[in-house]
């Protein structure tokens, strides 16, 4: 068995006993394998090193009550990857072979799944780049999918905590008619900015971005889509063409729906913050994470939060129990693994 301190673990990469990595050249994916190479080599001339052709995922498997590991809708990640792919011009990836090779892979490095009860989880990290060697501005001919997986903690150790967030208007996180809803490493590198005036300059964890064309309505936070809870208990998330389509947000979406809440997917605008009773970020790696203040230049809307809110706290329970296999996965997005 592995050694691992299940109650020291943090959202941090760390190596475990396999990747499994893919190989496309002369227009075919090959079998793919389980190795414990880490390493890629390539040529400094190779395309994702230039001008970026490089897209990822990311998904999460549990430990479920009855002892089985399963992974949470892998589907859904393998069609997003190949929205991305297109998007990007490189191949796309079977769906079915897709969840398969995620199956697969947290298989071999089942010892790495943190136990039921730790509020651990086993993070899995695709990633698709081009290496075909040019120096023209031309999509790759040869790509490589890596799929790696570990362990990481709950967030949520001492308690739901509200963090702080700021309006970005001095960047932006995607083009007006770009490639915000692509999960690729390019919108990443053009967000660090923003990221990091936004924690230094303004002490502030988390940027929240406008819509890049008029800077009116709310797109997304940098890492996580934007909701909110209305005063009279609905649903709100932005509706926009440069925002990921997460995935996390699709099944909470569902689940308020489920708990009988109206769900508003439409374009919000940035003063509609001082109307919401909650607001918060989502995404895979912490689900719901409730939004305490946002301040936009002097201006501040506070919603008055030491934890995460009552609307916010039912769907997010309901959510970690179907994941957890405390409560019955109706809508069939969990994938056993073992
Ligand atoms: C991955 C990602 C999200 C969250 O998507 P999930 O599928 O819920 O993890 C949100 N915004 C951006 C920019 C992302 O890259």
């Not at 799944?113 to 075909?132: A, H």
């Not at 040019?134 to 362990?151: K, R, T």
């Not at 963090?163 to 999960?183: L, N, Q, W």
């Not at 970020?281 to 934890?307: E, N």
Request: glycine share 8%.
């Amino acid at each position: 068995m592995v050694n691992i301190d299940w109650d020291a673990l943090t959202f941090q990469f760390s190596k475990t006993k396999s990747v499994i990595r893919f190989k496309y050249t002369n227009g075919a994916w090959d079998d793919g394998r389980l190795t414990d190479d880490y390493t890629v080599t390539m040529s400094v001339a190779a395309n994702v090193l230039h001008y970026g052709q490089a897209i990822f995922e990311g998904l999460k498997a549990f430990r479920c009550k009855d002892g089985k590991v399963r992974i949470f809708r892998p589907d859904e990640n393998g069609r997003r990857l190949n929205s991305s792919a297109r998007q990007i011009v490189m191949p796309e990836f079977p769906v079915e072979r897709f969840v398969e090779a995620c199956r697969q892979l947290v298989a071999d490095n089942i010892e790495y799944v943190p136990p039921y009860g730790s509020g651990g989880s086993m993070y899995i990290r695709p990633v698709m780049y081009g290496t075909t060697p040019q120096i023209g501005v031309n999509p790759a001919s040869d790509f490589e999918l890596v799929i790696m997986c570990m362990p990481v903690g709950s967030y949520y150790k001492n308690g739901i905590k509200p963090v702080d967030a700021m309006i970005s208007r001095d960047f932006d996180r995607a083009a007006p008619h770009g490639t915000g809803h692509i999960k690729c490493a390019g919108n990443y590198a053009a967000s660090l900015l923003s990221g990091k005036t936004a924690k230094e300059k303004y002490h502030c964890p988390v940027a929240l971005f406008l819509d890049p064309g008029t800077h009116t309505y709310i797109d997304e936070f940098g890492t996580s889509n934007f909701l909110a809870i209305s005063k009279d208990g609905k649903y709100v998330t932005s509706l926009s063409e440069s925002i990921l389509p997460s995935i996390t947000n699709k099944s909470l979406m569902q689940v308020a729906e489920d708990l009988g809440m109206p769900v508003e997917r439409r374009k919000v605008r940035a003063e509609e913050l001082a109307d919401f009773a909650e607001v918060a970020a989502c995404g895979t790696a912490v689900v719901i994470t409730p939004v305490g203040r946002i301040m936009d230049g002097d201006k501040v809307y506070d919603y008055h939060l030491t934890t995460i809110g009552p609307a916010l706290k039912a769907i997010y329970d309901r959510v970690l129990a179907i994941q957890h296999g405390e409560y019955p996965d109706t809508h069939n997005w969990m994938v056993q693994v073992d």
